[in-house]
């Protein structure tokens, strides 16, 4: 079966047709061109296709790509800021060294973002803790959990 799914990506109107069964990564990835969101596991466990769902982190090969009609999705793509500067995770993963191959690059941005969406104070535990569904096997995550820091600090700015 096909469905008609009306959704914004990165802020672009999208009317598509799509297999009942299509994942949110298939129709990002393969019907978009938005490789940024990475397909690693297929089972939600390594947190390389997350994306955000109306605001809210969401593992994409997780989530029927029917199930966000009329919602919008922020792909890694998405977060640029005008005059394509990144943004400012983005620029605290560079600043921090945060990435190595960058497979999980993108799922970590993005989940780092709700992260600071949703604490307002952060430790490096706490950072550990609520990135134990997102997995890099080259940083040893010291890195990453810096420039999450580095991030809430300049945010609070």
Do not use: W
Request: overall charge negative; hydrophobic content about 40%; aromatic content about 2%.
């Amino acid at each position: 079966m096909v469905t008609a799914l009306t959704i914004t990506v990165n802020g672009r109107l999208h009317r598509l047709d799509v297999a009942d069964e299509a994942l949110l990564s298939d129709l990002l990835r393969g019907v978009l061109g938005l490789t940024g969101t990475h397909r690693g596991c297929d089972t939600a466990q390594c947190g390389a296709c997350t994306v955000h769902v109306d605001g809210e982190a969401v593992k994409s090969c997780n989530v029927l790509a029917h199930q966000v009609a009329g919602r919008s999705i922020t792909t890694i793509e998405g977060l640029a800021i005008e005059g394509g500067r990144l943004h400012p995770m983005q620029q605290a993963f560079k600043d921090c060294h945060a990435l190595q191959c960058g497979f999980c690059t993108a799922g970590m941005v993005m989940s780092a973002i709700d992260i600071l969406r949703r604490h307002r104070e952060l430790t490096a535990e706490l950072v550990r803790a609520e990135l134990d569904g997102n997995l890099c096997r080259c940083t040893g995550y010291e890195n990453i959990v810096k420039a999450v820091l580095q991030a809430a600090r300049e945010s609070e700015r």
